[in-house]
């Protein structure tokens, strides 16, 4: 019935819109492909055994410590993501070395891989469930510090693959030294006897084991701070930390809650980051090899290592904004490790706008070179936010004493609290 009512519309408007279309040169858009064609989704992928959450955590735990793994031998996950150090690095390094010879530096501070399991895929466009939900929030998500990687099995993929750090030449060539691994035979045993017959599974079968791993919340996310045990009502914090949290979340001072947020949100403890990108203008650091060429530019969102925003002039500068917690374990800060003091990191905040010549370097004619770091024409895209810019009377926006303050609550973020007189990790997780 319903045909023969719409037969006259087809006739005398689609028929002809369609031959005047083809008419024209138009290609009309390809029928879909194939099912048989179309590539299987990554969690699809049909292995000859499903092994569940325990046995991959702990099949994902040996290969984090694989060196095998590795064109050198002698580079594993935790070489870089220490578990000690909040999975990040255990020196002071701005940059961690790696390559076929173990000698090639790489160009980034490597960031720690706790407290990701919430991040949502890479968008350009990102709008909040919570609050005013039109806002365009911009850049946000993904993983590393330009968000490249939307998920924990492609951030894993990363490092197997890059240059300078793990350093094998193609998947192939990985799955090559996993087959050589002594965690082979328990792969075998997880996904099936015939799982390097295919050597895309095995692939699959890696990046998917680490990728569970880092989603376990005892390793990755265990939320047992002093600060958890403050919220929970556990804990009391010192005078100097409650002052340090007053102006943390204070947005005429610290402000740094606007893009660290430090409240509970529907349930749910902070993360200490909004997820988002931010460009901060952090002085250049000369220990980074690459950056002995004047030319040269980590430039973040639009490349060099992402590639996808390139051209994206309004994303030049801009950096992941890192969660806090565990921040007081870092040997280096912000993406390039211009600082190896928590305090002085801090401090960077306060003196960039009021006393930059206390931050940069200066030129041949004796002026300050600020922002040195970025190009001129992307000097705009640096945040002016607060505590951004220097008080009415000429100060800066924060105090010695509230640098001290800030510092001291922030190391209340550091996981494996233990209650005074207590034998065990904070309780009621």
Same mark, same amino acid.
């Given at each position: 019935m319903l045909l023969r009512h719409l037969r006259p519309f087809i006739l005398r408007t689609v028929l002809p819109l369609l031959a005047a279309t083809t008419a024209a040169g138009a290609t009309l858009p390809p029928p879909p492909a194939p099912a048989a064609s179309r590539p299987t989704p990554f969690y699809a992928t049909p292995f000859e055994r499903k092994p569940d959450v325990r046995t991959l955590t702990a099949l994902g735990r040996a290969l984090f410590f694989d060196r095998t793994l590795s064109a050198s031998g002698s580079l594993s996950c935790a070489s870089c993501h220490d578990p000690a150090h909040a999975f990040g690095p255990a020196n002071h390094l701005p940059v961690q070395f790696g390559g076929p010879d173990g000698k090639r530096p790489g160009v980034r501070a490597v960031p720690s891989l706790k407290y990701h399991q919430t991040m949502p895929p890479f968008s350009e466009h990102f709008f909040d469930n919570d609050g005013n939900d039109s806002e365009d929030q911009g850049p946000t998500g993904g993983l590393a510090w330009d968000g490249r990687a939307d998920s924990a099995h492609e951030q894993a993929?990363?490092?197997?693959?890059?240059?300078?750090?793990?350093?094998?030449?193609? !998947?192939?060539?990985?799955?090559?030294?996993?087959? $050589? /691994?002594?965690?082979?035979?328990?792969?075998?045993? #997880?996904? $099936?006897? *015939? =799982?390097?017959?295919?050597?895309? *599974?095995?692939?699959?079968? @890696? +990046?998917?084991? =680490?990728? +569970?791993?880092?989603?376990? %919340? #005892?390793?990755?996310?265990?939320?047992? /701070?002093?600060?958890?045990?403050?919220?929970? $009502?556990?804990?009391? @914090?010192?005078?100097?930390? !409650?002052?340090?949290?007053?102006?943390?979340?204070?947005?005429?001072?610290?402000?740094?809650? *606007?893009? *660290?947020?430090?409240?509970?949100?529907?349930? /749910?403890? %902070?993360?200490? !980051?909004?997820?988002?990108?931010?460009a901060l203008g952090v002085p250049r650091n000369p220990a980074i090899p690459a950056n002995a060429s004047p030319t040269y530019f980590d430039l973040g969102l639009c490349g060099p290592l992402r590639t996808d925003l390139q051209g994206h002039d309004a994303y030049c500068g801009l950096f992941r904004t890192p969660s806090l917690r565990n921040v007081a374990l870092r040997g280096v800060f912000f993406h390039n490790g211009a600082y190896t003091r928590l305090e002085d990191a801090v401090r960077f905040y306060a003196r960039r706008d009021a006393s930059p010549q206390r931050v940069y370097p200066r030129d041949a004619a004796g002026k300050t070179r600020k922002f040195d770091d970025l190009p001129p024409r992307f000097a705009a895209n640096v945040n002016v936010e607060a505590p951004f810019g220097p008080r009415a009377d000429g100060r800066p926006a924060l105090s010695q004493a509230e640098v001290a303050d800030i510092v001291a609550f922030l190391k209340t973020l550091t996981d494996g609290y233990l209650p005074p007189g207590g034998a065990n990790k904070v309780a009621g997780r």
């Open positions: 993929a990363a490092p197997l693959l890059s240059p300078f750090e793990m350093a094998n030449a193609d !998947t192939a060539s990985a799955v090559a030294k996993l087959r $050589g /691994s002594p965690n082979a035979s328990a792969l075998r045993e #997880a996904f $099936g006897p *015939h =799982l390097f017959d295919n050597p895309q *599974h095995a692939w699959n079968a @890696l +990046v998917l084991a =680490l990728e +569970v791993f880092q989603q376990s %919340p #005892a390793d990755f996310y265990p939320y047992d /701070s002093k600060y958890d045990a403050f919220l929970r $009502g556990q804990a009391q @914090l010192s005078a100097a930390e !409650t002052r340090g949290l007053a102006v943390f979340n204070d947005a005429n001072r610290g402000n740094c809650a *606007h893009c *660290h947020p430090s409240a509970v949100k529907r349930g /749910s403890f %902070p993360q200490f !980051t909004d997820q988002g990108f931010i």
